[in-house]
């Protein structure tokens, strides 16, 4: 399994969506599975990949949340969490993304 961080070095979050999503993997017994953090540096390259904002969390190439549309440039993400929107999702919001892409 390949997993991903996708992020500009603009945004706030990205350090935090690791941690997170560490503890995540660590929850859903993947505590194994290395974490690769890519950088995105331009808007054209923001565009050509179709990143969805910052930071964005991929698994074998998908996004983890299928909610946004592509921003397609360098811009921060949004996450509906259970205490509101959050430039990051809860460590139960990863969670319960992962088993759904890990058991589907």
Request: some cysteine; aromatic content about 8%.
């Amino acid at each position: 399994m390949q997993v991903t961080v996708w992020y500009f070095d603009g945004c706030p979050n990205w350090r935090t969506a690791g941690q997170r999503l560490r503890q995540a993997l660590d929850e859903v017994g993947r505590g194994d599975v290395p974490i690769s953090f890519t950088p995105v540096h331009t808007d054209a390259e923001a565009a050509a990949i179709g990143f969805a904002g910052s930071p964005s969390f991929t698994i074998d190439g998908a996004d983890l949340f299928d909610t946004a549309a592509p921003a397609g440039t360098l811009a921060c993400r949004i996450y509906a969490t259970p205490g509101g929107l959050a430039g990051v999702p809860e460590v139960s919001d990863l969670v319960a993304a992962l088993t759904k892409k890990v058991t589907s």
